[in-house]
């Protein structure tokens, strides 16, 4: 499966732009050494999967350790985010059969995507890893695209994202609601990589700097590009769910847009203020109209005109609460300080 690369400077300039000579001695300079690596893998009723994927993926670390990109002591870690089915058995007997390549972590509830996520990736930096990779169970992540994102760690980028260099596996309506969502959060100034989800590699060092964020509302494919660092991208064919269903469904993915957009930008609060302004306007505009028509003796007694203006305008202004009730709710899960998860084993 054929693999394409993009490596970025932190200024986000592509290496190619610069002279050979110069790009050269970059890479070398950046040189690294082997890293331990993590492979993070946030699991939610995943019992269908996991007997594919695990063994996969332990076949994935030992090749790569054989050639020498990746230490022996790599290894891949579950988080079970309070799965109602047997994943944590699976885990367990997972850890039993690969003692020292598979480990797990088990939340003593469901806490959603992205506290799992976040939760294991302070948990490989916690046991001493060099670079972990995020991704998902049902292996729709090309696993062989870890070979080229450990490549780009050797070479310096302390960041890699995996980006899906088609959709061919979506519907035509999920394929244009993330296209919608992507653009939506580039005009709100978010920073995002378009067809990118969770599949990317992180150092060490950007762990220790994603260590610093104590939000509630975590919204990780927004985070992690504004740390800036050195980083690249890896193109990798989106594959289909290897088993069981999909964990994110049309409400889910809803919600995952709003916490996104609520997360990083204020831009909704700043809209609701030009559209009041606006109507502020237009009412203006309609004031003159009935008083010169009143005075010109053609103002006609109705109600059309006038219920209209109250339906939207009412309309408006619950739209407008609305946003801003989104604002306050964030702002009250924030302000509790409680803790995004609860771990209740760890293997």
Same mark, same amino acid.
Not at 262 to 267: A, H, K, N, P, R
Not at 307 to 314: D, E, K, Q
């Given at each position: ?8 400077? $932190? ?36 019992? &269908?999967?996991?007997? =594919? ?9 030992? &090749? ?15 988080? %079970? ?6 994943? /944590? ?39 001493? @890893? ?15 695209? =870890? ?10 980028? %302390? ?19 993330? &296209?919608?969502? *992507?653009? !939506?959060?580039? /005009? ?13 590699? !992180? ?31 890896? *193109? ?11 964990? *994110? ?17 204020? $831009? ?9 302004? +606006? ?6 505009? +309609?004031?003159? *109209? ?5 005075? @010109? ?5 109705? /109600? ?6 109250? /339906? ?34 760890? =293997?």
């Amino acid at each position: 499966m054929g693999l394409k690369l993009e490596t970025m400077n $932190t200024a986000g300039q592509l290496k190619s732009d610069l002279p050979k000579s110069q790009a050269a001695e970059s890479d070398q300079g950046c040189g690294r050494g082997a890293p331990q690596l993590a492979l993070v893998i946030p699991c939610y009723n995943e019992q &269908d999967v996991l007997p =594919i994927t695990l063994p996969i993926l332990n076949t994935k670390l030992s &090749d790569l350790e054989k050639r020498g990109l990746i230490t022996g002591n790599s290894y891949i870690l579950l988080v %079970d985010d309070g799965s109602q089915d047997s994943t /944590w058995s699976i885990v367990e007997s997972s850890h039993s059969q690969y003692p020292t390549r598979v480990h797990g972590l088990k939340f003593s509830h469901n806490r959603g995507h992205q506290n799992a996520l976040y939760a294991g990736l302070m948990e490989a930096l916690n046991r001493g @890893c060099d670079a972990a990779i995020s991704m998902d169970a049902d292996l729709q992540d090309d696993p062989d695209a =870890i070979d080229a994102m450990v490549k780009e760690y050797a070479k310096g980028n %302390d960041i890699v994202y995996g980006v899906r260099d088609n959709r061919d596996t979506d519907t035509v309506f999920k394929r244009s609601t993330a &296209d919608l969502f *992507y653009k !939506m959060m580039s /005009w709100l100034g978010t920073d995002t990589i378009p067809n990118h989800a969770d599949y990317r590699l !992180m150092s060490r060092t950007t762990l220790e700097a994603l260590s610093h964020y104590t939000e509630v509302n975590l919204f990780l494919r927004g985070i992690v590009p504004s740390l800036g660092f050195p980083h690249s991208k890896v *193109y990798y064919k989106r594959g289909s769910r290897a088993a069981g269903e999909s964990k *994110y469904p049309l409400k889910k993915m809803m919600s995952f847009a709003v916490e996104g957009i609520t997360s990083f930008s204020i $831009t909704p609060l700043r809209a609701i203020t030009g559209i009041g302004l +606006i109507s502020v306007a237009v009412g203006i505009v +309609i004031l003159i *109209y009935v008083l010169v028509s009143f005075f @010109c003796g053609r103002a006609v007694a109705g /109600w059309g005109s006038v219920m209209c203006s109250i /339906w939207i305008l009412g309309g408006l202004i619950l739209s407008g609460i609305g946003v801003v009730g989104e604002y306050v709710g964030r702002i009250y899960l924030e302000v509790k300080h409680r803790p995004r998860y609860i771990v209740e084993e760890r =293997i």
